[in-house]
């Protein structure tokens, strides 16, 4: 192997590559509070005893998790404007394919949290005169949302992987400004080593976060 | 006065299982009544239609002479506004405790005050210490449920319920789930409560606290009040065969008075 790595060009760029990242940031960050947002309520319609709230819920959710998420993107994309009467750009057909991804997702977590807590605590509540949302923000969610914490974070680091997959539509985040860059500079194996290492410096300590809050969950309970 | 609460052809059906086959009963103003019947006769059943945690078949319910919902070509329509109103005026307290084990004693004595009522937090305290105190928890306030015995657990239940100032509490055999020396304590409690003139109706198995506290035993039976009367009338001189058989069953070993000095 005498491949001589030349960093220059990703130095020389690291003002587009920032933008970029920014952008990751940007698109992860929307996507997971909007999909942690809907999820609840797609949840508790998956957890409800209704059908006419649990079916629909059902079918979006396994919609999602059984399709590949850069198909959806895709299809948000290039498909979705054909069926709906208005435009959309790569930023809105990337936020619309990763949050349903993470409602579908989250919504999961959120139905298995609030299956674990005891149907005594929603009666404690009701027979107290609160109403179903009071039992469910007072009572229920904070000691499910406890439960549900690690789940959550291993979720927000697969949303930011995922993120990269919306160089495919030429959404500007930072694995698009990679591609662009190195076809320009030529150097494709400098440029995505050095994505690979930003996401990794990232999204490491984020594991190792969620890793020793899971341990310390453990050992406490 | 009208009573505080009157059931009138209390029905309640689970699928094909017609639990209750009309129940009428009044309470009074600060009458403590004590409902007795064998395991599976339904008593949680009533308890659980009283404030709507499982709705009645058939039947009216009255609060303070008034009907709970609305009558329509015979039957009643409840409207869930009107029922969580409703569950705000009637303290329950369960045999499994069901503290909220993310509030400390106090937040959870608090809690209804403040989510339920909206008082302001001045007089949420107020509530929280004085209902606290009034279970002799006070010096408990900042433990969470975890950290307290059953028997506390129960008290901490029972003043969350109080905290509400209902017009009438309900106890689902709020000691059956104690170990035997933490049973006194929370019925010490239950019973500070009915001799203040708390309006009570309970179940439990404590005969010897239903005969001293209660103003009258109800004995539950297929569905239907089989016998009531004071105390010593359905304890001590039973009628009928079913009230007989049922306490018979209770007393098959029997303490002598234990001679403590
Ligand atoms: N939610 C329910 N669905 C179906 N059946 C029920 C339900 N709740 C109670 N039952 C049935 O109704 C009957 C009466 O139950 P209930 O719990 O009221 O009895 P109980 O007198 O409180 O008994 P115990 O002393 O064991 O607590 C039982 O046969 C029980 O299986
Ligand atoms: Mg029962």
Known sequence: ?221 | MSPVLRLEGLHKSFDNLEVLKGIDLEVARGEVVVLLGASGSGKSTMLRCINFMEMPTAGRIHFDGDLVGRERNGRVQYKEEELTRLRARVGMVFQQFNLFPHMTALQNVMEGPRTVLRCDARECQRRGETYLNKVGLGWKANDYPARLSGGQQQRVAIARALAMEPEIMLFDEATSALDPELVGEVLETMKGLAEEGKTMLIVTHELGFAYTVADRVLFLSEGRILEQGTPSEVLTYPKQQGTKNFLRGHGTFRLPEPQID
């Not at chain 1, 949302?145 to 949303?159: C, D, G, K, S, Y």
Request: proline share 4%; net charge positive; with cysteine.
């Open chain 1, 1 to 221: 192997m005498d491949y001589r790595w030349d960093f220059s060009a990703v130095l020389v760029n690291r003002a587009l590559l920032l933008e970029g990242l920014q952008n990751t940031l940007i698109l992860g960050t929307t996507c997971l509070a909007l999909g942690l947002f809907f999820g609840l309520f797609v949840g508790a319609a998956r957890y409800s005893a209704n059908r006419w709230l649990h079916d629909p819920a059902s079918v979006f959710v396994e919609v999602f998790r059984n399709t590949p998420v850069l198909v959806q993107i895709m299809w948000f994309f290039f498909a979705f404007p054909i069926i709906a009467p208005f435009q959309i750009n790569a930023f809105t057909a990337a936020t619309l394919g990763l949050t349903l991804n993470t409602v579908a997702f989250s919504s999961e977590i959120y139905r298995a949290g609030l299956q674990s807590i005891a149907r005594g605590q929603w009666e404690a509540g009701k027979a107290l005169g609160m109403t179903y949302w009071q039992q469910m923000r007072r009572v229920i969610l904070p000691q499910a949302i406890r439960r549900m914490l690690p789940a959550f974070m291993n979720r927000a680091v697969e949303l930011f992987k995922m993120t990269s997959l919306a160089s495919v539509i030429a959404y500007g985040e930072l694995m698009h400004k990679a591609k662009v860059i190195s076809t320009i500079a030529f150097n494709p194996i400098e440029m995505y080593t050095a994505v690979a290492l930003i996401f990794f410096a990232i999204l490491f300590p984020a594991t190792v976060l969620v890793r020793r809050f899971e341990t310390s969950r453990n050992v406490r309970s």
